[in-house]
């Protein structure tokens, strides 16, 4: 019996022995358990991929967006000069006219017929005058060897100059008639595009200061664009010299861009000081006729000497409570919190002022599931490219 447990004792001593030994080797990666060795391969975290771009350096121009409308250079609601019925309408609903291209037409025989009046009292004012210049003269040469009295050559005298007069008068009353007969042809006063015709042929019109209006034409190309700056844009890129041309840049409410090109060709002489803001007019070409007065326009205006600048995508700065950051990505594919000072947009990427270097890698997508100091696999892409892609 007693031989028997310390044969169970010894045996039960070398398996302590080895138990320990093999936990020795466990701890140290001697000898290390195939299962365990698997096991810890399985589960060794891999590195998160993301979108990696190059910061830009560029050369750019300083821009400021504003917002404003389209407004035409010319606007006249054309009225009637002279009452009568309208016999004619020569316009079409949108059509471009030149200035001088008739529009509508009013009744003439009235304004004919004082024509042909008028020229009949001139015609017998200027015969009236024919023959009393004829008599002055003849008392001229009687007076002179005075077969006439003085009394009487007065009198002849003095008709002449009535009757040179009323020739004057009657010419007066023709060119009147006159203008009111042109008037009857109511002919675009400047080129443009016309609106409808309000009044159509048969309807009577008066001319009075409360005339209805016949029709509406602006003109199409150039076309204004009129926007609000504030104060310190003007004082910054307007207010240094007023003969500058100063190049704006113009985009319509169903553009991503800015597709017309222009100059500021007007400021106001004042600033409002309630909204602390001054008016200006920038003058763009309109050839193709698809700008209209009132469409909403998005005005950049640029100044100042061109300057290098660092560029990202917008996409790929964060928001800390106050601060903006980026994610760099070092040489040994490690990410870095990098804090960063915001500029304007430029052409869909966004203005660094301070924070980064040219050359330096960031990370522009997948800013989520990279964390500071972690170690990623990054996907080379550009930096315009991604930007594109997040507009």
Same mark, same amino acid.
């Given at each position: ?117 008028? !020229?009949?009292?001139? *015609? $017998? &004012?200027?015969?009236? +005058?024919?023959?009393? =210049?004829?008599? @002055? /003269?003849?008392? %001229? ?17 003095? !008709?002449?100059?009535? *009757? $040179? &007069?009323?020739?004057? +008068?009657?010419?007066? =009353?023709?060119? @009147? /008639?006159?203008? %009111? ?27 009075? +200061? ?38 704006? +840049? ?142």
């Amino acid at each position: 019996m007693y031989a028997h447990r310390k044969r169970l004792g010894a045996a039960l001593g070398s398996l302590a022995v080895i138990g320990a030994v093999a936990g020795f080797g466990y701890f140290r990666g001697d000898l290390a358990s195939p299962v365990v060795t698997a096991h810890a391969a399985d589960t060794q975290p891999t590195a998160t991929e993301v979108d990696v771009a190059t910061v830009l350096s560029q050369t750019i121009t300083d821009w400021q967006s504003y917002s404003g409308r389209l407004e035409a250079i010319d606007r006249v609601d054309v009225k009637p000069l002279v009452s009568g019925a309208i016999v004619a309408v020569h316009v079409k609903d949108g059509a471009l006219v030149k200035q001088g291209d008739p529009l509508f037409t009013i009744d003439p025989r009235p304004y004919q017929a004082e024509v042909d009046r008028a !020229a009949a009292q001139l *015609a $017998a &004012a200027q015969a009236r +005058a024919t023959y009393t =210049a004829t008599d @002055a /003269a003849r008392a %001229n040469r009687l007076l002179a060897d005075d077969a006439v009295a003085k009394r009487d050559y007065d009198e002849k005298q003095n !008709a002449m100059r009535e *009757a $040179a &007069a009323a020739v004057k +008068a009657a010419q007066a =009353a023709l060119e @009147a /008639a006159q203008v %009111n007969l042109g008037y009857t042809n109511v002919a675009a006063p400047v080129s443009g595009r016309a609106s409808r015709a309000e009044l159509t042929v048969g309807n009577v019109v008066t001319a009075a +200061a409360n005339a209805p209006v016949l029709t509406t034409l602006v003109s199409v190309s150039p076309i204004y664009a009129s926007f609000d700056v504030d104060e310190q844009t003007y004082l910054q890129y307007l207010g240094r010299d007023r003969n500058a041309k100063v190049p704006v +840049a113009v985009g319509l409410a169903n553009e991503d861009g800015y597709s017309r090109k222009g100059v500021i060709t007007s400021v106001d002489n004042r600033l409002d000081t309630t909204s602390a803001t001054i008016r200006v007019r920038a003058t763009l070409e309109n050839s193709d006729g698809a700008l209209v007065p009132g469409l909403y326009a998005r005005v950049r205006v640029g100044g100042g000497a061109p300057h290098p600048a660092i560029l990202i995508d917008d996409a790929a700065v964060g928001t800390d409570q106050a601060r903006k950051y980026v994610l760099v990505v070092d040489a040994s594919n490690k990410v870095q919190y990098r804090e960063v000072k915001l500029g304007a947009m430029h052409d869909n990427l966004r203005v660094i002022s301070a924070g980064l270097k040219p050359g330096e890698r960031i990370v522009v997508n997948g800013l989520m599931r990279a964390r500071p100091n972690d170690t990623v696999a990054p996907h080379m892409v550009d930096m315009t490219g991604a930007a594109k892609t997040a507009s």
